[in-house]
């Protein structure tokens, strides 16, 4: 149960980043940033009851990747 819960939360903020990278523009940077911290926030939430988090390390690899797609 709790390696179906990995995967499903890893899933669901893979896809809200992968929408959020390739819609960035120069004028909805800020709203793509704030829309991945919060799906960061409420799958840490939702996965607290088992345990499962989303990394650190890995949250920040996702912001790097919409500020060089961003800058592209």
Avoid: Q
Avoid at 5 to 20: A, G, Q
Wanted: proline share 1%.
């Amino acid at each position: 149960m709790t390696n179906d819960m990995v995967k499903l939360l890893l899933r669901s903020f893979n896809n809200e980043c992968d929408y959020c990278v390739g819609s960035v523009k120069f004028n909805n940077f800020h709203a793509n940033l704030k829309r991945i911290e919060k799906s960061y926030y409420a799958i840490t939430k939702l996965g607290e009851t088992t345990s499962v988090r989303i990394a650190p390390d890995y949250f920040s690899s996702k912001l790097r990747e919409l500020e060089l797609a961003f800058e592209y």
